[in-house]
């Protein structure tokens, strides 16, 4: 236990000196998101100066869904975005190797080894639509204590589909590209669901649930209705899908065999 006390010290020191140390990059990461997210949201505004709703969603509800979607987005951004690097090189590069020689779980160890700090710029202006679009909602005490609960969820879908997907590096020596067009799939999370065409729709809500890190608890939020599956759903596809990237995960490292170049 006294190990893994220390190697938890190490790590948050390591997170507090890359953001000393990288401020440039800090700085210019979290402008581009929000040049990005801003672009985003000026397609909205302009969409919604040409028609009233969106299937019946007014501006500022997209614009909360929109935001809410961030928040899970960014903080596994922000944890847990090593596992891009094990899609894309650890393995094919033999770098993989070390994580297995330390006292901890190696999944634990990738997990946290990096702290990407562009993704403050996801979370803060995730924050802010979620700020300015308070207003549009009958906030009570339960659904304040549930927007706690649920993020965390949410998240666990983000990073246990980027666990599944990098673990398919394990076999195949590399999985950038799958991770990759996984996680486009994340956009379509901002909307709301029922713009799309019915085979889309079931895509993103059970088979790459995206759709659960935002549409479906934002929706609750807005409109106080279907709270077992809007909710309980969530909870339960993000357990789901986090036994699944485990699952994988060990079988990976079951079939692991160093590589390098």
């Known amino acids: 236990m006294k190990k893994i006390r220390r190697m938890h010290a190490i790590f948050i020191k390591q997170y507090l000196k890359q953001i000393m140390e990288y401020k440039v990059d800090f700085l210019i990461g979290v402008l581009g998101v929000f040049l990005t997210q801003g672009l985003n949201l000026l397609f909205l505004t302009v969409l919604f100066q040409h028609i009233p709703t969106l299937e019946g969603w007014t501006f500022e509800q997209v614009a909360f869904i929109y935001g809410f979607s961030l928040i899970p987005k960014g903080l596994d951004h922000l944890f847990f975005d090593n596992l891009w690097a ?101 956009d379509f999370a901002k909307y709301p669901v029922s713009i799309y065409h019915s085979f889309l729709r079931g895509l993103i809500s059970f088979i790459i649930p995206f759709a659960f890190t935002a549409y479906y608890p934002a929706s609750y939020f807005l409109t106080g209705e279907n709270l077992v599956f809007n909710i309980g759903g969530l909870m339960l596809i993000s357990l789901l899908v986090f036994a699944l990237a485990l699952k994988i995960w060990k079988r990976g490292l079951e079939a692991y065999e160093s590589a390098g170049s």
């Open 86 to 186: 094990l899609g894309q090189r650890l393995v094919r590069k033999g770098d993989f190797d070390k994580y297995l020689t330390r006292p901890i779980s190696p999944l634990f160890h990738v997990l946290v080894e990096t702290f990407q700090v562009d993704a403050f710029g996801e979370l803060l202006v995730g924050i802010i639509l979620l700020s300015t679009t308070v207003s549009v909602i009958d906030w009570t005490l339960s659904k304040l204590v549930l927007l706690i609960i649920v993020i965390p969820f949410a998240t666990l879908i983000y990073t246990s589909l980027k666990i599944v997907t990098a673990s398919i590096s394990f076999w195949t020596k590399q999985s950038g590209a799958v991770i990759y067009i996984f996680y486009m799939f994340n």
